[in-house]
């Protein structure tokens, strides 16, 4: 059996003291679980005090939001994976809706970033998903399996099988709309199949997360959808009490 993967992204919310707060909470209500991972993704600054809160939990792992794909140099402003690996980061987020479509992200710079990651030992959770507009327009898995592909273009077979995906629907992120289960799978099926193509049985389990306004009330008929390995959770993962309610789904 595949482990669940339950992934908070808290976006530019919580401060260090919040973290601290937050991560307080949140052992206290949540039992260790051999059967899932859980993770977050606090702002960067606050990724060193949710670590040294989790030191007693050490299954429980953090990850940063954005990478920059140098290694190092003058990009003021930005945080390489080395750095980002050697504060205490086991994952990054890639390719996130907002860092396409408020930042400009291209699905290049989402490949270099995959690869980046790879490099520097974190795992990336490269993220896809299709626009409302790409979505009337029938253009749901072409747009999601190019994002795939190009993400995925840099770190060959073997990178593949060290990546985590998540589908989450541009339209469905922060609106309180989800896509419904059979929605949802039938674009699992097709990034499991695209994976498959493209890393072979390393691709096999590869767990594929969905994300889009979930919350405790739905997490479980999503979780139960074909394919779906998983959960990227935004504004319903603030809260320590509500987080814990999903992350036991
Ligand atoms: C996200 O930010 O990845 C996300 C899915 O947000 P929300 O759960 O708020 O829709």
């Known amino acids: 059996m595949m482990k669940r993967v339950f992934a908070a992204n808290?976006?530019?919310n919580h401060g260090p003291a919040e973290a601290?707060?937050?991560?307080?909470?949140?052992?206290?209500?949540?039992?260790?679980?051999?059967?899932?991972?859980?993770?977050?993704?606090?702002?960067?600054l606050a990724l060193a005090v949710a670590r040294e809160g989790l030191?007693?939990?050490?299954?429980?792992?953090?990850?940063?939001?954005?990478?920059?794909w140098e290694d190092r140099g003058a990009f003021t402003g930005e945080t390489?994976?080395?750095?980002?690996?050697?504060?205490?980061?086991?994952y990054v987020l890639v390719g996130h809706s907002e860092r396409r479509?408020?930042?400009?992200?291209?699905?290049?710079?989402?490949?270099?970033?995959?690869?980046?990651?790879?490099?520097?030992?974190?795992?990336?959770?490269?993220?896809?998903?299709?626009?409302?507009?790409?979505?009337?327009?029938g253009e749901t898995a072409a747009v999601v399996l190019r994002q795939l592909r190009s993400g995925l273009a840099q770190s060959g077979r073997t990178g593949v099988a060290a990546c985590l995906?998540?589908?989450?629907?541009?339209?469905?992120?922060?609106?309180?709309?989800?896509?419904?289960?059979?929605?949802?799978?039938?674009?699992?099926?097709?990034?499991?199949?695209?994976?498959?193509?493209l890393g072979g049985?390393?691709?096999v389990n590869v767990p594929i997360l969905y994300g889009g306004s979930v919350?405790?009330?739905?997490?479980?008929?999503l979780l139960a959808a074909d394919e779906v390995g998983g959960l990227l959770v935004g504004g319903a993962s603030l809260d320590a009490g509500r987080w814990c309610a999903i992350a036991r789904t």
């Not at 390489?80 to 086991?90: E, F, K, N």
């Open 10 to 12: 808290w976006k530019m």
């Open 20 to 44: 601290a707060e937050f991560v307080r909470h949140f052992v206290a209500g949540f039992a260790p679980a051999s059967d899932r991972t859980v993770i977050l993704f606090p702002s960067a």
């Open 55 to 68: 030191r007693a939990r050490p299954e429980i792992k953090v990850g940063v939001q954005n990478i920059h």
């Open 80 to 90: 390489s994976a080395p750095i980002a690996r050697a504060a205490g980061a086991d």
């Open 101 to 137: 479509h408020v930042f400009g992200e291209t699905d290049e710079e989402a490949g270099k970033k995959v690869a980046a990651g790879i490099r520097a030992g974190l795992t990336p959770v490269l993220c896809v998903g299709e626009t409302a507009g790409e979505r009337e327009r």
């Open 165 to 197: 995906v998540a589908y989450e629907p541009v339209w469905a992120i922060g609106t309180g709309k989800t896509a419904t289960p059979r929605d949802a799978a039938e674009v699992h099926v097709a990034i499991r199949a695209e994976l498959r193509a």
């Open 201 to 203: 049985d390393g691709a």
């Open 215 to 221: 919350n405790q009330e739905n997490a479980a008929t």
